[in-house]
């Protein structure tokens, strides 16, 4: 078997078999692609510990961050395990390399004022883009989602949302979770909810679509939101995980209940949610250097 169809049957088994989203067998992709050209002329089940770790240092010394070279690593392990079970490599030359350590780097979120700013209804030539727009935004501030899990949204989960209060949705892995969905989430919901089929295609399952009928992309989602994002007059760039960071932080602040924010978020690991205690303890300081007569000098 050649180097390049045992790539392609390792990424379909993780499309096919383990689930792994298109996304994470597209970076899988570009990074086995890149261990190939790194090897040039080298046969890649004859690569050794020594000649990873200098990969790894070539990458790091072209400025690729210790976290995409973690991402990579894992990813070259992976798939050197996949032979290894395979009997087409006798070990794994990428057990025992480490990546750079990289700072790190507290997600960005939105301040509460900068939240409502952003959440203000604005004028559109097209009253449907408009309420679908704000219906997205609330949405994304409201219950946390991630832009895939939104974006995969059928209208068929409207019942749940107006009815219930809460959306069902799949996360990593295909994990499915249920999320609560906010009043004013909801008071957008119905909105968009009567213009839909105005824009809409008859087939079309998606619950939220493009000028032309079908589901909107992620890259318009971004692309509307950071549009709008500069109408509001904020001064940085605002991408749909930052409206999921300032809904975990934003919820910590006033709850303190961490548990409860990692099943919201769906986060497998408590230490992934525990970031945000540390956005809550910057907001904590920044009222500390406000109000206390000690705290300036």
């Known amino acids: 078997m050649s180097i390049a169809a045992a790539v392609d049957d390792y990424l379909a088994e993780l499309a096919e078999q383990r689930r792994q989203s298109p996304h994470t067998v597209s970076n899988y992709r570009r990074d086995l692609k890149r261990l190939l050209a790194l090897a040039g002329e080298t046969d890649v089940g004859a690569l050794q510990v020594f000649q990873i770790r200098r990969f790894v240092a070539q990458l790091h010394a072209q400025g690729l961050s210790g976290r995409s070279l973690a991402r990579m690593l894992s990813a070259w392990r992976g798939f050197f395990g996949w032979l290894g079970q395979r009997n087409l490599v006798t070990a ?67 019942e749940g949302m107006l009815h219930e209060g809460e959306v069902r949705v799949l996360g990593k892995r295909s994990k499915a979770r249920i999320v609560p969905v906010g009043a004013k989430a909801r008071e957008a919901l119905v909105a968009w909810a009567g213009l839909r089929e105005q824009l809409a295609a008859l087939d079309e399952t998606a619950l939220f679509v493009s000028r032309r009928g079908a589901r909107l992309s992620h890259r318009a989602i971004q692309d509307r939101l950071g549009r709008h994002a500069l109408r509001a007059g904020l001064p940085f760039h605002v991408h749909p995980h930052m409206l999921r960071h300032s809904f975990a932080s934003h919820v910590l602040q006033s709850s303190g209940d961490l548990r409860a924010v990692q099943e919201m978020l769906g986060h497998a690991s408590i230490a992934s949610t525990q970031v945000y205690t540390h956005l809550d303890f910057q907001h904590l300081a920044k009222v500390y250097d406000t109000a206390h007569p000690r705290a300036k000098r």
């Open 92 to 158: 794994n030359p990428c057990d025992g390399v480490r990546p750079p350590k990289s700072p790190k780097l507290l997600p960005k979120a939105l301040s509460v004022d900068e939240a409502a700013a952003l959440l203000m209804p604005e004028g559109d030539d097209d009253p449907a883009l408009a309420a679908r727009d704000v219906a997205i935004f609330e949405l994304f501030y409201s219950s946390g989602l991630r832009l895939a899990e939104l974006a995969a949204l059928n209208v068929d989960a409207l």
